[in-house]
């Protein structure tokens, strides 16, 4: 069982920053697909970005890109991932998870139905 709490949610105007942070087991660094992901009311629940395990590659919706960036770092036996989300807009209002999965021997990939693990989601709601 992989534990993921996701903190740092709120509430910002058009063009706003927030910064979200997940907490996960160190293990999981090394062998485990890490993402970020987004459900909106009415909308099916959609990848945002993801690293692979180590860091080796990154992924970025293309709504997102250029505005958001991932970040990792490991402090005991904790790894952070962190998404920083700047230039807000309105569209970007949803319920944010943070989510994980066993890399195995298959490439990263970020559709939600391939991750076995979830936070419990943070609330993101950008005002116009």
């Known amino acids: 069982q992989v534990q993921l709490v996701e903190s740092g949610g709120g509430s910002v105007q058009a063009g706003g920053a927030l910064r979200l942070s997940c907490a996960a087991p160190r293990y999981t660094y090394s062998s485990y697909c890490m993402g970020w992901f987004r459900q909106a009311p009415g909308k099916e629940r959609e990848g945002v970005a993801g690293i692979s395990p180590g860091g080796d590659t990154t992924y970025y919706a293309d709504s997102v890109k250029g505005r958001f960036t991932l970040s990792q770092d490991i402090a005991k036996n904790t790894l952070y991932l962190h998404l920083q989300m700047n230039s807000l807009e309105p569209e970007d209002t949803a319920m944010y998870y943070c989510?994980?999965?066993?890399?195995?021997?298959?490439?990263?990939?970020?559709?939600?139905?391939?991750?076995?693990?979830w936070g419990q989601g943070t609330q993101v709601t950008v005002s116009s």
């Open positions: 989510a994980a999965r066993f890399k195995g021997w298959s490439a990263c990939t970020w559709a939600p139905g391939e991750f076995g693990y």
